[in-house]
């Protein structure tokens, strides 16, 4: 029997609705939350069930709220990333679309944890849908007193807000969200001081992303065990892996963290195209490195495991190419698309960026020479670990590894005069 | 004046969501664009400024960091196709060919008649249902094909007529008056 997720209704159901998502459980958690355990008791909880963020880093959710002061300085705010903007990722979309209660819980729960009085939910600009039935899900909340002055009666107060974003990459960054927010351009801030001391409007704020909230209100119903039980002994409970590329069913599939990626691709997502053999896989967004065939059929979708074998999780978007793929016509999208969003603030981003993108057209079309691919890596490492944020390494990262790992057909692009694969493979 | 009294009001009701007002400047540019037809007319950032307590400069600064702010007209349907890897991978390529054949306009321009402009744009976050379309701020056209774009356009073109002839249904009605809402205002585009 296939696996049963926890974070989305079963296919073809939409649960926006407060009555569908309360005939589902919805809003217990957050009741008992509420009224049968301390802050500290949610924050132990959290930080016992092994919860790591969902957006990309993988950092523990319980160890970042524990960076709240403790004092009750006040006002202090959630910033919820749902700038869900790095390519192949589509996940969160699903949530605020057709289970956006069980985020706007996930919140309350948190805001409990940690003496909040306001959550933001920055969603990108594009998302018409989600940013509507997030509206409507709130509203509804409000009406039925779960926000508000005093939620459910308890002298509690808090109250979530929807803003939207306009297009720009950078601002899923966290501090990059938090200037946006603000109405600034979303040009990511120097650490420290850190969100915890000093986020939103300077005030203590935790930024979370979207599915990590919505993992909270079944931790608090179920238990850290019962999450501990799903996935592996450091990436517990399940994820939304968004499957796109050269596959026969793309989508999204709620899983186990660790589930073997040959299982994702094959299983899952219906495997290759007739008569298509597989050539490479982009396991967690474009920002991570990809990983060849060989590699790609060994792994399984949990932290460790990936990174033993040279890339990283991210957001658990896998994207698939196949035989007729071209990796430097790959590797120039990817590079167009991190100079396009590079927010200009630090030299080695600002410059790399366009560099690799300007040295990528040269080898796609043929006009590069032989000592261009080692400055491609040169330039790369220049990028790395420097700046203010981690978009440089991304671009470096997504680029430099398919100069990495599939070096040769790079070099006959160099010999050729341009691509070889020019008439099977995609276009850019 | 430059902003509608219903935009200004809108944007002031806004205010007690943050304790800043500036931190309304983004919502408040959305709204502008959907009231003047997909972009930000040079004659409403002062007084943007001016209702947010804020520099004139600053203001011009966010809009050209954002790309969904236009500071230039764009057709009535504003057709963006994502060019990003999933999308390349699913032949989005050949549809933005298809488009620019079809309109007759190249990525990045607007057509003559100023109905529609045509632009790349990156992720969509819609990649298991790529290639995918966004028209204006509408919910996305997922799984594109080039003989649905075909079908694409002709539906935009009859709701831009129908909402055209609702319009002057009203202006020679008995009122005189002008239905709100009727239709987005058409911008005169290319030339």
């Known amino acids: 029997m296939a696996f049963q997720g926890y974070l989305l209704p079963p296919d073809g159901e939409n649960w926006s609705g407060l009555r569908d998502y309360r005939a589902h459980g919805g809003y217990a958690a957050a009741e008992k939350a509420l009224r049968e355990m301390k802050p500290e008791e949610i924050q132990n909880l959290v930080k016992a069930s092994g919860l790591r963020g969902r957006g990309g880093a993988g950092f523990s959710t319980g160890m970042k709220w524990s960076f709240m002061p403790a004092d009750n300085v006040r006002p202090r705010y959630i910033a919820c990333n749902a700038d869900e903007s790095e390519p192949g990722t589509f996940k969160d979309r699903q949530i605020l679309e057709r289970n956006p209660h069980l985020l706007i819980e996930g919140l309350l729960i948190a805001a409990i944890a940690n003496h909040v009085d306001a959550a933001y939910v920055y969603v990108r600009g594009e998302y018409r849908t989600a940013y509507e039935n997030l509206s409507a899900a709130i509203a509804e909340a409000r009406a039925a007193g779960l926000l508000g002055p005093s939620v459910l009666g308890s002298g509690i107060g808090f109250e979530v807000y929807v803003h939207r974003g306009a297009g720009a990459y950078i601002c899923g960054e966290e501090t990059g969200l938090m200037e946006s927010l603000e109405g600034r351009k979303g040009q990511p801030r120097k650490r420290p001081p850190f969100p915890a001391i000093s986020g939103l409007w300077r005030r203590p704020t935790t930024i979370n992303n979207v599915e990590t909230m919505s993992h909270v209100p079944h931790i608090v ?146 006009t590069a020479r032989a000592s261009d691919l080692d400055t491609i890596d040169e330039v790369g490492k220049f990028m790395e670990a420097r700046t203010i944020c981690a978009l440089s390494d991304a671009a470096a990262w997504g680029t430099g590894y398919f100069l990495r790992r599939f070096r040769p057909e790079f070099e006959a692009h160099v010999e050729h005069g341009g691509c070889p694969l020019a008439g099977t493979s995609f276009e850019v | 004046m430059a902003l509608s009294d219903e935009l200004r009001a809108r944007v002031v009701a806004e205010f007690p969501k943050y304790p800043e007002k500036r931190a309304v400047l983004l919502t408040a540019l959305h709204w502008v664009q959907a009231e003047r037809g997909g972009w930000i007319p040079p004659d409403t950032i002062p007084d943007l400024a001016e209702l947010l307590e804020i520099p004139v400069i600053e203001v011009e600064e966010v809009i050209s960091f954002y790309p969904m702010y236009s500071v230039e007209p764009v057709g009535r349907w504003h057709l963006q196709v994502c060019t990003n890897l999933p999308c390349c991978l699913a032949g989005a390529r050949g549809l933005v060919r298809a488009l620019e054949h079809e309109l007759d306009i190249c990525a990045g321009e607007v057509s003559e008649d100023g109905m529609f402009s045509l632009r790349e744009t990156e992720c969509l976050g819609s990649c298991g249902t790529a290639p995918v379309l966004q028209v204006n701020n509408e919910p996305y056209v997922e799984c594109l094909t080039e003989g649905g774009l075909v079908d694409l356009i002709a539906r935009l073109r009859a709701r831009a007529a129908a909402a055209d002839a609702a319009q002057t249904a009203s202006k020679t009605g008995a009122s005189g008056t002008l239905a709100p809402g009727a239709a987005r205002p058409l911008n005169g585009g290319g030339s």
């Open chain 1, 221 to 366: 119903r179920n238990g850290a065990d019962w999450f501990k039980a799903i996935g592996t002994e450091k990436s517990t409970g399940t994820t939304i892996f968004g499957v796109s590329g050269h596959v026969m069913r793309p989508g999204t599939f709620e899983l186990p963290l660790g589930t073997p990626l040959r299982d994702i691709i094959f299983e899952h997502a219906g495997g290759l195209r007739p008569g298509r053999t597989l050539k490479a896989v982009i396991p967690g967004g474009v920002s991570m490195p990809v990983l060849t065939a060989e590699t790609a059929m060994q792994v399984t979708m949990d932290h460790d495991n990936l990174q033993k074998n040279g890339t990283l999780l991210g957001t658990g978007a896998i994207i698939v190419m196949d035989d007729t793929a071209c990796m430097v016509r790959a590797a120039l999208v990817i590079a167009r698309f991190f100079r396009h969003e590079s927010c200009g603030q630090c030299t080695q981003c600002r410059e790399g960026t366009g560099w690799l993108h300007k040295l990528l057209v040269q080898v796609e079309n043929g």
